[in-house]
T-cell receptor
């Protein structure tokens, strides 16, 4: 099993450009999450999904959209990138999203917005 | 919402010594407390977790303790080695099932 994979690994954008980050998992997990990690801030939840076709907002959702068209994929979109969205983005998944479920993380996508 | 405080933010120990990282949480309904290790350029990796029905859990050189009354939990690493150097994050479950993370502890183990 590859676990949780993310593409791309690194990307540079200009302000106003758009892009999509892809997360894929091969563990048949129901729940998937997008976090961002900034220096000194830990990881903060952007959006999450409790199953195919469903998404919900997390702690810092503004400026991002997500889609879960297939169970194994969770896409994070930036419609109009801003320098404040420079960050490292991590995707995670868990089997059923229960409150005692382990989350497994991908390797991250480093995004720089100029 | 849930607030997870983590201390210290940086910790330097000599090889062979013990390291302790402490976290407190605010939501009394939290019942799952994982610890993640993050090496440079990589994603967080789960190293140990504890559920609210136990007070302590050990896995070789790593142990976690939980005090639900005081709402705090701690990570203990004994006989530290240079490869233990990394950033460690504690987390607690939020009402929606996601994780609320502490801000991380940068551990440096010097030979």
């Amino acid at each position: 099993n590859a676990g949780v994979t993310q593409t791309p690994k690194f990307r540079v954008l200009k302000t106003g450009q758009s892009m999509t980050l892809l997360c894929a998992q091969d563990m048949n997990h129901e729940y998937m999450y997008w976090y961002r990690q900034d220096p000194g801030m830990g990881l903060r939840l952007i959006h999450y999904s409790v199953g195919e076709g469903t998404t919900a907002k997390g702690e810092v959702p503004d400026g991002y959209n997500v889609s879960r068209l297939k169970k194994q994929n969770f896409l994070l979109g930036l419609e109009s990138a801003a320098p404040s969205q420079t960050s490292v983005y991590f995707c995670a998944s868990s089997l059923s999203g229960g409150r005692q479920e382990t989350q497994y993380f991908g390797p991250g996508t480093r995004l720089l917005v100029l | 919402g849930e607030n997870v405080e983590q201390h210290p933010s940086t910790l330097s120990v000599q090889e062979g010594d013990s390291a302790v990282i402490k976290c407190t949480y605010s939501d009394s309904a939290s019942n799952y407390f994982p610890w993640y290790k993050q090496e440079l350029g990589k994603g967080p990796q789960l190293i140990i977790d504890i559920r609210s029905n136990v007070g302590e859990k050990k896995d070789q050189r790593i142990a976690v303790t939980l005090n639900k009354t005081a709402k705090h939990f701690s990570l203990h690493i004994t006989e530290t080695q240079p490869e233990d150097s990394a950033v460690y994050f504690c987390a607690a479950t939020s009402p929606r099932g996601a994780l609320n993370f502490g801000k991380g502890t940068s551990l440096l183990v010097t030979p």
